[in-house]
């Protein structure tokens, strides 16, 4: 198991994590109907699969990283 704490994979992946859901709930007014729970969802799986995957030794830079397709957020 790696430590998020010193290994600086982790802590990006930590620090990319949160940002991007300080950036969801930033704009979540401004976005569609159902965008920012579709966004929230991505962040809950795909992203957290990303991060689990990494703190478990997985290759998880070909394997789970996380992809969202924009088209999927239009109304």
Avoid: I
Avoid at 25 to 48: C, E, H, I, R
């Amino acid at each position: 198991m790696v430590d998020e704490e010193r290994d600086p994979e982790a802590c990006y992946r930590r620090g990319f994590a949160q940002g991007a859901k300080e950036v969801v709930a930033a704009v979540a007014a401004l976005l569609p109907n159902g965008a920012a729970t579709k966004l929230q969802q991505w962040l809950d799986d795909d992203l957290a699969q990303w991060r689990s995957a990494n703190l478990q030794g997985l290759d998880s830079t070909r394997h789970h990283t996380p992809h969202l397709n924009p088209k999927s957020l239009q109304g």
